[in-house]
Each structure stands twice: as C-alpha cells, then as structure tokens.
C-alpha cells in the first residue's frame, strides 16, 4: 500500500493542524494505522495507534489530551487532528500501515513520505 501525507505546516504555538494520510489500498480497512513523528536530529517516535475499524485508538504521552487519530475507511484515509500545539511538536510525521497495537514502529518500507509540521511564533 502507499501512503501520502498532507496537512503540514507552520503554525503558531497553540495553534491546530489536520494531518491527513491516503492510502492507495483497498484494504486500508484491514490495517492497524500508526503515527509517527521525527524531530531533526532525534529517533522516531511512536505518538498514535488506531484500531482497522475506527472502534480503538492509543496515545503516546506526549500527545495525550491534545492529538486525536482518526480514520474514514470509506476514503481510505487516515487524519490526526492536533490541538494546542507547541514547539516541541516540530517534526516530519509519518503515516505507517502496523501489524497491531503493539507495532509501534514498522519497518521503514511501511511508512509515508511524511509531512512537515514546524510549530514557531
């Protein structure tokens, strides 16, 4: 399956953005579906996972409260809303077909392009 990130940008802290990510697949609605971020010069980290039927998701810390995951099986298509966004949420996000809950970082192969988020005043 590929799979296209879009929805980036800068915002201003506090500000919201919409992520969304298509899948060529129609399949999509078989998939665990993950989110993943990666700030300059650090790893990747794991921030969302969401259940093939919508009906389950699970939030890194970091992101608990404020980052929503969701999915429209009919479009194919996965989003992650963020909310009261800092700077510290500055990074390139990555959509990622998972094998289960506990598939918190597939391999590489499995990922979008990614999108670029820069949180800045």
């Known amino acids: 399956v590929q799979l296209v990130e879009s929805g980036g940008g800068l915002v201003q802290p506090g500000g919201s953005l919409r992520l969304s990510c298509a899948a060529s697949a129609d399949t999509f609605s078989t998939y665990y579906m993950n989110w993943i971020r990666q700030a300059p010069g650090k790893g990747p980290e794991w921030i969302s996972t969401?259940?093939?039927?919508?009906?389950?998701?699970r939030y890194a810390s970091s992101v608990k409260g404020r980052f929503t995951i969701s999915r429209d099986n009919a479009k194919n298509t996965l989003y992650l809303q963020m909310n009261d966004l800092k700077p510290e949420d500055t990074a390139l996000y990555y959509c990622?077909?998972?094998?289960?809950?506990?598939?918190?970082?597939?391999?590489?192969?499995?990922w979008g392009q990614g999108t670029q988020v820069t949180v800045s005043a």
């Open positions: 969401i259940h093939p039927s919508g009906g389950g998701s």
């Open positions: 990622a077909r998972a094998s289960g809950w506990a598939d918190y970082l597939p391999q590489r192969a499995s």
